[in-house]
Antibody
Framework: EVQLVESGGGLIQPGGSLRLSCAASGFTVSSNYMSWVRQAPGKGLEWVSVIYSGGSTYYADSVKGRFTISRDNSKNTLYLQMNSLRAEDTAVYYC??????????WGQGTLVTVSS | DIVMTQTPLSSPVTLGQPASISCRSSQSLVHSDGNTYLSWLQQRPGQPPRLLIYKISNRFSGVPDRFSGSGAGTDFTLKISRVEAEDVGVYYCMQATQRITFGQGTRLEIK
């Protein structure tokens, strides 16, 4: 059974760092393209980052230079390292497998709150 | 970046009646591989997004056939033939031709 379980969210002060994890089961992370998508409270969906099976990574302009997507093949886990956090980064962060394809699958999300 | 614009942003519908949501992209969504990576997602309250339609008109696994997608190039439509109570939520179009961008979302509510 396919599962994606996000963790690592919480309350963090502006300027701080946080690492989100997305543990996958039932499939191999490195064989798929994986994305992080976020949703600010009461707002719409915003794409954050993607890592392709070949290792290429891309970021939304809003997080470029501050966030880093990566994966650990041995742990079958996707990560999002978030540095220099701002209030506007407050959101539920979802990891998703190959969104918009026949392999589409979304996790339940983890809440990140950036506040002093 | 490709901008996705949905209309309407809110759609009150009577149970059993049809509903339609439009999505327009700022540039063609035809990929160099010939596919058009336009999808529709549903998000029920408190839930993660759920894929309904991929590549314009293909229903995802388990999606009822009252949902259908159509369009080409830059103009796309999601139709629900007969709205049911469980269809309440927010609907997003999403393009994955060039990275990923989402429309603003359309809130479907029952009159």
């Amino acid at each position: 059974e396919v599962q994606l379980v996000e963790s690592g969210g919480g309350l963090i002060q502006p300027g701080g760092s946080l690492r989100l994890s997305c543990a996958a089961s039932g499939f191999t992370v490195s064989s798929n393209y994986m994305s992080w998508v976020r949703q600010a409270p009461g707002k719409g969906l915003e794409w954050v980052s993607v890592i392709y099976s070949g290792g290429s990574t891309y970021y939304a302009d809003s997080v470029k230079g501050r966030f880093t997507i990566s994966r650990d093949n041995s742990k079958n886990t996707l990560y999002l390292q978030m540095n220099s956090l701002r209030a506007e980064d407050t959101a539920v962060y979802y990891c998703a497998r190959s969104p918009g394809t026949t392999r589409d699958y979304w996790g339940q999300g983890t809440l990140v709150t950036v506040s002093s | 970046d490709i901008v996705m614009t949905q209309t309407p942003l809110s759609s009150p519908v009577t149970l059993g009646q049809p509903a339609s949501i439009s999505c327009r992209s700022s540039q063609s969504l035809v990929h160099s591989d010939g596919n058009t990576y336009l999808s529709w997602l549903q998000q029920r309250p408190g839930q993660p997004p759920r894929l309904l339609i991929y590549k314009i008109s293909n229903r995802f696994s388990g999606v009822p056939d009252r949902f259908s997608g159509s369009g080409a190039g830059t103009d796309f439509t999601l139709k629900i033939s007969r709205v049911e109570a469980e269809d309440v939520g927010v609907y997003y179009c999403m393009q994955a031709t060039q990275r990923i961008t989402f429309g603003q979302g359309t809130r479907l509510e029952i009159k």
